[in-house]
């Protein structure tokens, strides 16, 4: 999608761009001929903006491990860390305003504005995960979730 994004913004729109990466440093070691997919990529477009940028937030590489234990806690595959979405979030927006994500997956998203005093809006094609959100945003994890599917049972 890079490439496609790029001539989108930048080449059609005069957008400003910068990349912002995540090295996961626990990646699994495969190597079939080819490089790890060990690295995560964030593009930021802007046009005439001025991010709340601090000396803390306004980093554009991150050395991280993959987060083992979320991702057991919430059962989704490609979890991302909270703390790197909670300084997007702070860079990007002001108190009460509405962060959006359109693939909330478990919703990392959603927490980190819920709990920097944004708005927020979730979407999620796929119910189990919806509901994995919607649980961790109410202090529910993996341990105390039943399946969105039981729950419809129950409900008759
Ligand atoms: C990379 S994951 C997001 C992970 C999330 N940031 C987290 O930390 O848990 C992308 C999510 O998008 C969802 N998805 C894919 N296509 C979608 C669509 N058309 N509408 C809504 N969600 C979609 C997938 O089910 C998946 O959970």
Known sequence: MIPKLIDYFVLK???LMDIISWHKINAMPLCGGTYMPDTEY???FKKNRKLNTNYDTAKTHYELPIN????KKYKHPTIKPLNIIKNFIINSSNENDIVLDCFCGSGTTCVAAKELGRRFI???????YYKIAVDRLNGINANGQ?????????MG
């Open 13 to 15: 729109n005069n957008c």
């Open 146 to 154: 039943t399946s969105i599917f039981t729950d419809f049972e129950k």
């Open 68 to 71: 083992v234990e979320d991702k």
């Open 122 to 128: 979730g979407m999620e094609i796929n119910p189990e």
């Open 42 to 44: 964030c593009l930021y």
